[in-house]
């Protein structure tokens, strides 16, 4: 019996085809007009396939979001080298992060050098990432309802992957004085990229983008 597509790529891509592999993917997210080096670095180390479900493994290095479990989404690898160009982080920076998903993002984040307190309603993606992010990453991936975050830590950064109608006060709250906030703004799919500032600056509405929408409440049966 012939591997499919995604066991063929498994079998095959060893660790020179797995480093040209990357280096096409960040080259393709540079034609696309990305150009924040230190993003593109972290997608270069981070391999998406890593976190993408085994089915759809042989689509990871393209610009697509996939399906997760749960009814989640795994966001388009060109939304999220956008956000994070938004939101800026820098080494040794504390991030909250709302919607772990498949966990990638996470290890972004990680990977330049971030903290990271990541937030997932569902307990079994949050389980699933935990496996998938490197031991010992400072992550820390909690099973908590992102949307009515109640924690009395603040965060240099706060990133919402997902949709939102609007920012919760909760999330405000949690942001440092000079902190940046990223999410999507509007309604499920159809939404602007928006970075939130303290006043003065206040909301700056960025590039359209495709994110899916967030849900409230932590899940009690998944």
Known sequence: MQ??????AALHDGPAEEAVGNAAF???????GLRDRAVL??????????????????????????????GAVMTAPGTVARMLALLRV???????????????????????????????????L????RGRITPDAPVAVL??????????????RVLINGAVGALSPAWIAALAPDGRLVAGL????????????????????????????LVPGRALAL
């Open 186 to 213: 509007g309604h499920a799919g159809d939404c602007r990229l928006t970075l939130y500032r303290h006043a003065p600056e206040g909301c700056e509405t960025g590039p359209p983008a495709r994110l899916a929408g």
């Open 126 to 129: 949050a389980d699933a990432a």
């Open 90 to 124: 820098a080494p040794g920076q504390r991030v909250l992060e709302v919607g772990t998903g498949s966990g990638y993002v996470t290890a972004l984040l990680a990977e330049l050098g971030a903290a990271v307190t990541s937030l997932e309603r569902y307990a079994t």
């Open 41 to 70: 670095r972290a997608m270069e180390r981070v391999p998406r396939a890593r976190f993408a479900p085994p089915e759809h493994a042989d689509l990871a290095r393209r610009d697509l979001a996939l399906p997760l479990a749960c």
């Open 3 to 8: 591997p499919d597509g995604a066991a063929a």
């Open 143 to 156: 099973h908590a309802d992102g949307l009515d975050w109640a924690g009395a830590e603040t965060f240099d």
């Open 26 to 32: 960040v080259l393709a997210l540079l034609g696309r």
